[in-house]
């Protein structure tokens, strides 16, 4: 009896651990970066990996330490010519294909989650879902 019940709680600890485990967002190595050259097609956006953001185009960057920089509009006019500013925010992976952002703009803040189609070391593809001006 003592066996039986030491075997189901090790089951049960065991369990518990596993599924913390997969609950926890995957940190994704192919994100990390600037990620530029922005093509808009059926509805969503295609960015191409980069060494730094272009003085005059749309384009983010993701660090490592959570810290997210978006290079866009520095107004509320999109006709050209645009001038781009850098806006800092912070993002979050909430899974393989999420990840939650929250970064400034030319009129306050905002929060968006990004929802990734493609990824890998050359391009990225992704769809803005959820956007929230604060």
């Known amino acids: 009896m003592k066996k039986t019940i030491v075997l189901l709680l090790s089951v049960f600890v065991l369990g518990s651990c596993m599924k913390d485990k997969e609950n926890q967002a ?55 010519p645009v001038s781009y500013l850098d806006y ?9 294909s999420i990840i939650e952002i929250e970064v400034g703009y030319w009129g306050g803040r905002t929060t968006f989650d990004i929802f990734i189609r493609t990824l890998n070391d050359s391009k990225i593809e992704i769809e803005y879902r959820n956007i929230l001006y604060l």
Do not use: H, R
């Not at 192919?30 to 384009?59: F, P, Q, R």
């Not at 800092?88 to 393989?96: K, T």
């Open 88 to 96: 800092y925010g912070n993002y979050e992976v909430m899974s393989d």
């Open 26 to 80: 995957p940190t994704n190595e192919l994100l990390i970066g600037v990620w530029t050259n922005a093509i808009y097609k059926d509805g969503y956006l295609k960015l191409s990996k980069a060494d730094e953001l272009a003085d005059d185009s749309y384009g983010f960057t993701f660090f490592e330490d959570g810290t997210f920089l978006e290079q866009k509009n520095a107004g509320w006019c999109g006709t050209p």
